[in-house]
């Protein structure tokens, strides 16, 4: 589970919650944020894509809007487009603009890295002179906190455990993987805490387990097909396993796969560092950001047809090398808005609602490693050998909710369980029977958790976020036909924190007309979308 929510941002700007309302609700039945792209929760339709003329003469009758140029344009500022943002900056001369609807990972990273309320309320005022309410997610009333990111990304999984050699996605992995150690690694050289204070950086080891004699047969072959490629994957019996892990019961029939060198780190530091190396650029002119300004359109050259800039609410951002889409599971809607009717590509990224549950302070169970129930690997429908797919999933149409054990402590101490999923739409409520579900699968592993009562109101936070899911399973990282410099990058689902740095560099190669390091082509839009 890798980043089960990370949402990618151009997540549209939160649904303002009114905290004269709000914070009077001391144990919230439900809550609840409205659809993509709205402002303050009056629904406001996003403009067509629009020829220079147009959108000159609808910014005369606005208002001015202010422009500025630069190079690359990527919309979204969630885990994946602020590492794109970097990979740029750091690896080539060329100058990057970064324009969001929130404000950074409000989307799928967020959701299981949430600060305390008061350093979430500092840190907005600080940098953005707005409210808690903008930024990385929303201080409900006692313990709830919405937070809008992928759950996987939530709990910080930089991992190959889940993973199968051979597949489309695991070249990228094993880079995206190599490259946060190396960033680790450099974050250690410079000292000041080293890469666990700054990225939250720990080599936990992850540990996949299995309950019935099925499940080891499953897991026996995948610590085989691991090994074979290369990875330290240790197969370990109910006996073994108990030594590691003494709080954890899997019967005599179960077991598990240890990969020692599987990692975690807090998504929230993560972002906060490569923030800070983004911003390290501005003083040389070649880095801007444009937070609570949501991508209203595209605007095309009225000579050539080539699109030319960016329309947000309050500026117009001119590109002169590349725009790059990376909003999560809002790309979708956001790709309608800006394109139709010219183009009928249809990009199937869907929401993929997951809820985390975080206990504070919880001595019951004490973890020594990362865990994951093989379970949560079946329940990733991918279709990776489909050449393509269709605009609907009959699972999206079922919403049926699937719930596997995850389990593991934040740099907090805090235990981290989860995951559920299932398709809500962009629907944000916080649904109680899907909490105490996962509360009570975790205690099918953890025999101390059934000796405890559990008071969702009390020493919890709950944090909800949308996957970005794609039905082949794999993400979108193209340009796309008849747009030539409109660039891709989203559909990671759980996988945004540990694909970033990957995809960042995929789409750096790509802008610049390079061969990639991992092959393009399982990640296009030919041959899988109609176009």
């Not at 953005?128 to 939530?154: D, R």
């Not at 992850?206 to 499953?218: D, H, I, K, Q």
């Not at 050449?387 to 009959?394: D, F, L, N, Y």
Request: with cysteine; net charge neutral.
């Amino acid at each position: 589970m890798d980043a089960t929510m990370a949402f990618t941002s151009g997540s549209p700007t939160p649904t303002r919650f009114y905290s004269s309302a709000l914070l009077s609700l001391r144990t919230p039945k439900s809550l609840s944020v409205y659809g993509p792209w709205r402002w303050r929760g009056r629904g406001r339709p996003l403009l067509a894509l629009r020829h220079r003329s147009q959108a000159q003469a609808a910014a005369a009758a606005a208002g001015a809007a202010e422009a500025s140029h630069h190079d690359v344009v990527v919309v979204g500022a969630g885990i994946v487009g602020l590492a794109i943002a970097r990979h740029l900056l750091l690896h080539t001369s060329l100058s990057v603009a970064i324009a969001d609807a929130a404000v950074p990972c409000s989307g799928a990273t967020g959701a299981g890295t949430l600060p305390s309320a008061p350093a979430l309320m500092l840190r907005c005022f600080r940098l953005y002179g707005v409210g808690c309410n903008t930024s990385f997610g929303e201080p409900l009333a006692s313990g709830f906190y919405l937070g809008w990111g992928s759950l996987c990304a939530g709990q910080g999984y930089i991992w190959m455990s889940h993973r199968t050699p051979g597949t489309d996605t695991w070249e990228l992995a094993l880079r995206s993987k190599q490259l946060w150690e190396e960033l680790a690694t450099e974050v250690d050289g410079q000292g000041g805490g080293g890469a666990r204070e700054k990225l939250g950086w720990m080599r936990t080891g992850s540990l996949l387990v299995g309950r019935s004699s099925e499940e080891l047969g499953t897991l026996d072959e995948r610590t085989k097909a691991l090994s074979q490629a290369g990875i330290h994957a240790e197969f370990l019996s109910a006996s073994s396993l108990h030594a590691l892990e003494p709080a954890l019961s899997v019967g005599k029939d179960g077991g598990a796969m240890f990969l020692p060198q599987d990692c975690q780190i807090d998504a929230f530091q993560a972002v906060s560092l490569i923030e800070k190396t983004n911003n390290s650029y501005s003083s040389e002119g070649r880095y801007r950001e444009f937070y609570n300004d949501p991508a209203m359109s595209l605007i095309r050259s009225d000579v050539t047809g080539k699109v030319e800039a960016v329309q947000t609410s309050r500026n117009i951002l001119y590109g002169r090398k590349a725009f790059v889409i990376a909003s999560g599971a809002w790309t979708r809607s956001l790709l309608h808005s800006f394109v139709e009717p010219a183009l009928t590509l249809d990009i199937p990224v869907k929401p993929r609602k997951g809820h985390l549950l975080v206990l504070e302070k919880f001595d019951k169970v004490k973890l020594n490693h990362a865990l994951m129930e093989v379970g949560y690997v079946d329940h990733q429908i991918t279709k990776s050998n489909s050449t393509h797919i269709a605009s609907e999933s009959s699972e999206d149409e079922l919403g049926a909710l699937s719930v596997s054990m995850t389990a593991t402590l934040d740099t907090k101490g805090n235990l981290v369980l989860g995951s559920s999923r299932e398709f809500k739409g962009f629907s944000r409520e916080v649904d109680r029977s899907v909490v105490q579900c996962i509360w009570e699968r975790a205690g099918e592993f953890f025999p101390a958790m059934k000796n405890v009562s559990f008071d969702i109101d009390q020493n919890t936070q709950i944090r909800i976020g949308h996957r970005p899911y794609m039905p082949d399973g794999k993400p979108v990282i193209d340009f796309i036909p008849n747009l030539s410099n409109i660039l891709i990058a989203t559909g990671h689902e759980g996988s945004g924190l540990t694909l970033a740095l990957g995809t960042a560099e995929m789409v750096t190669d790509m802008i610049l007309g390079n061969p990639g390091k991992v092959s393009y082509s399982p990640f296009s839009i030919k041959r899988r979308f109609s176009v």
